[in-house]
């Protein structure tokens, strides 16, 4: 069936890092895809998203961009603040899922100073 | 604008006891996902409803779960009896629409729910 599967944290990085986070996916047909934040203490919160083939989403500073030759969904950032630490998560949406998000398990991402 | 409010935040009670918790939505919205997280299973989709209905429960680990949507801006998931292994955060989430492309999910700050 159609899964998301992430890196494995915890991750941790000193401040101004450059971050990847990967995410791949297995899905028929073409899904969406997400990236959502999860601060300490709070919900999710949708950080950026990619609807079709090459799309680049992007966000404070955050981008993925959504290749389906590789069908991948990186997630990067150039330089990391003490301010993003949080857990990253991954998601695709795909109508043939009974139309649900398919959730990756999360990469916790720790910026020191 | 509001966002969506869950309630309690925070619930600790015995084993056996009836938990209720309660969300609502964000005005307009007419899809809305319960959702437990856990730090062995992650996060996991008990039920969704669309336009009040629930659509899938698949997620709903037993009989013991049960929710409710009986109008646009009010919904409840109650478990009974509750068990220690129920302990988690419970989020609720809405969006616009059934799930159509692009559209995100909205999350509530979650109620963490302790079983002694």
């Known amino acids: 069936g159609d899964s998301v599967t992430q890196m494995e944290g915890p991750v941790t990085l000193s401040e101004e890092a450059f971050l990847t986070i990967n995410c791949t996916y297995t899905a028929t047909g073409y899904p969406s895809l997400f990236w959502y934040v999860q601060y300490p203490g709070e919900g999710l919160q949708l950080l950026l998203k990619?609807?079709?083939a090459d799309d680049k989403g992007s966000n404070k500073g955050f981008e993925a961009t959504y290749r389906k030759e590789t069908t991948s969904f990186h997630l990067e950032k150039g330089s990391v603040q003490v301010s993003d630490s949080a857990v990253y998560f991954c998601a695709q949406f795909n109508a043939g899922n009974n139309r649900k998000l398919i959730w990756g398990l999360g990469t916790s991402l720790a910026v020191n100073p | 604008d509001a966002g969506v409010i869950q309630s309690p935040r925070h619930e600790v009670t015995e084993m056996g006891q009836e938990v209720t918790l309660r969300c609502k939505p964000i005005s307009g919205h007419n899809s809305l996902f319960w959702y437990r997280q856990t730090m062995m299973r992650g996060l996991e989709l008990l039920i969704y409803f669309n336009n009040n209905v629930p659509i899938d429960d698949s997620g709903m680990p037993e009989d013991r779960f049960s929710a409710k949507m009986p109008n646009a801006s009010f919904s409840t998931l109650k478990i009974q009896p509750s068990e220690p292994r129920d302990s988690a955060v419970y989020f609720c989430a809405s969006s616009l629409g059934a799930g159509e492309v692009g559209q995100p999910q909205h999350f509530g700050d979650g109620t963490r729910l302790s079983i002694l």
């Open positions: 990619a609807t079709k």
